[in-house]
């Protein structure tokens, strides 16, 4: 549970086309309320919560810190990190294998299968990250 957990979640949601939701959670941890980022973003509200919930989970118990860890990431994931899943109207396509998914499995099989570039992905941006802030 640390600053490396809160960035191979951020990284996975980007890896997977997510972007609207990691926008969503940038926008709440700016202090938008949920209700005005899901007429914008057409992101439930619900699902914003729960996104922060599970960052706090993976921060370690510290809420604050947690949220702050991902306001200074979430933008460099967003600028650097290139989505390797298409996604079409019915199915989501793995760039890396090929292969079909389910919207609802592809983050599922990103973790499973290519956690190797996930790590990859993660360290480069946790180097952008220290190279931007020192």
């Excluded at 990431?73 to 899943?85: G, M, Q, S, W």
């Excluded at 989501?92 to 294998?97: E, G, I, S, T």
């Excluded at 983050?107 to 952008?128: A, G, I, P, S, T």
Aim: proline fraction near 2%; hydrophobic fraction near 40%.
């Amino acid at each position: 549970m640390s600053f490396m957990d809160i960035a191979r979640f951020l990284v996975v949601k980007k890896l997977c086309s997510c972007d609207k939701q990691l926008e969503a959670i940038y926008r709440y941890i700016k202090g938008e309320s949920p209700s005005t980022i899901e007429k914008e973003l057409k992101v439930d509200r619900k699902l914003v919560k729960a996104l922060i919930y599970r960052i706090y989970e993976l921060g370690g118990s510290n809420y604050q810190l947690s949220l702050q860890h991902a306001r200074d990431i979430i933008p460099i994931i967003i600028k650097y990190v290139e989505p390797i899943v298409a996604q079409n109207w019915d199915k989501a396509v793995c760039k890396l294998c090929k292969n079909e998914y389910e919207h609802l499995y592809i983050q599922f099989h990103m973790r499973r299968n290519h956690m190797d570039y996930v790590d990859y992905e993660v360290k480069r941006v946790l180097r952008l990250y220290r190279l931007e802030n020192g």
